[in-house]
Structure formats: C-alpha cells, structure tokens
T-cell receptor, first 113, second 114 residues
Framework: AQSVSQHNHHVILSEAASLELGCNYS??????LFWYVQYPGQHLQLLLK??????LVKGIKGFEAEFIKSKFSFNLRKPSVQWSDTAEYFC???????????FGDGTTLTVKP | GAVVSQHPSWVICKSGTSVKIECRSL??????MFWYRQFPKQSLMLMAT?????????EQGVEKDKFLINHASLTLSTLTVTSAHPEDSSFYIC??????????FGDGTRLSIL
C-alpha cells in the first residue's frame, strides 16, 4: 500500500516570501500525484496534478510542483505567497490503474500580512 | 491523531441494489463531513457537504435522490447509493472535521457494480 508524508505540519510566512511544502510518497509502482488546497471554511479544491510528461507542473494561483522520481517527492512551490494563500494543503498519491488516493496529513500555511 | 473510519473498504454488488457507506470520526466530533467521488485517473470531485443535524448540500450535477446522505450524529455520516448501476462504480471518499480543525480523510470505499 502507498503512503504519503508531508514534513511540515504548520508553516508561517510573511507576504512575498517564497514557499516550498514537502511531500514524499512510498509506492512500488507508477503513480499520479496531486496537491489539494482547503481554504478556511471551504471544501477541498485541486491545485495541480501530475500524470506524466514534464515533471514540473504548473497549477492555479501561481503554484507549481516538481516530481522527482528518484526521490519519490512532489514538492509544492510558490515564489511569492499572499495572505490569501492561508489554507491547508494536502498532497495525495494515486497508483496508476484506478487505485484510490492516499492523502498526507496536510500542512497548514499561515501567511502574515 | 484524529481518525476517520470508512466502511466498507470494498463492495461488489449487482445492478439495481442499494449500497450504504459509513463514515465515522473515531476520536473527535465531526460537525462537517464531505463526500467525494474519484474516477480513475482523475482528482477528487466533491459530491456533497453535510453538517450534523441538517440536510446535505449537494454539488451541481449530483442527484440528491440517487446519493442519499445522512449525518444524524456528530460521529457518523452515511452515503447510500440507491439503485446502483455500473456507471456508479467508483471510489467514494469521505472526510470529516470539527469547526476550526483540519480535515481528516477516510480510506475510501471502492464500489463495483456488476
């Protein structure tokens, strides 16, 4: 079975700071990778996804993530965060071939104005 | 940490039957629960949001009479797929949270309709 580890439980940044949230997974086969965001009081929304091709994936709101296969990592990045990026971020892994998603525990991002 | 238990993990049934999936928060009170559906090679799609003691709020395109959601207590929500057909085969994942706390996911239920 696959597992997902998000190293940072709570990250606090000032506006305009750069962001990198770590995500590592363990699974023996090929996977699809996702980052989801949950803003306060709202449900989960998809930020970006990787299925194949270019390992650098760009998502909404200026977010990007890089899939490094050798490191089993899919870290989320944003060059300059805004106060509105304050949210919970979840990394998820789905084995290719209709497997279910496994989620990390989430990282809470707080951006100070 | 907080745990959300989803049962069953896999169910196979004949077309036309109804299937109930349970989502329980084991060590916290879940004032809000979410039900998601995941098709192969796709991301999660929110089906509905349920708050304890009130009717669920369904997303556009989700049939209320097809997918019955009950959130009768602070630790249990159920999703019943009524008169299931093969196109209802999918992964169904619930999540739960108390107000002001992070969201915790169940392990999902794989539904296969023959």
């Amino acid at each position: 079975a696959q597992s997902v580890s998000q190293h940072n439980h709570h990250v606090i940044l000032s506006e305009a700071a750069s962001l990198e949230l770590g995500c590592n997974y363990s699974y023996g086969g090929t996977v699809n990778l996702f980052w989801y965001v949950q803003y306060p009081g709202q449900h989960l929304q998809l930020l970006l996804k990787y299925f194949s091709g270019d390992p650098l994936v760009k998502g909404i709101k200026g977010f990007e993530a890089e899939f490094i296969k050798s490191k089993f990592s899919f870290n989320l990045r944003k060059p300059s965060v805004q106060w509105s990026d304050t949210a919970e971020y979840f990394c998820a892994v789905t084995p290719k071939g209709a497997g279910k998603s496994t989620f990390g525990d989430g990282t809470t991002l707080t951006v100070k104005p | 940490g907080a745990v959300v238990s989803q049962h069953p993990s896999w169910v196979i049934c004949k077309s036309g039957t109804s299937v109930k999936i349970e989502c329980r928060s084991l060590d916290f009170q879940a004032t809000t629960m979410f039900w998601y559906r995941q098709f192969p090679k796709q991301s999660l799609m929110l089906m509905a949001t349920s708050n304890e003691g009130s009717k669920a709020t369904y997303e556009q395109g989700v049939e209320k009479d097809k997918f019955l959601i009950n959130h009768a207590s602070l630790t249990l929500s159920t999703l019943t797929v009524t008169s299931a057909h093969p196109e209802d085969s999918s992964f169904y994942i619930c999540s739960a949270r108390d107000s002001g706390t992070p969201q915790h996911f169940g392990d999902g239920t794989r539904l296969s309709i023959l």
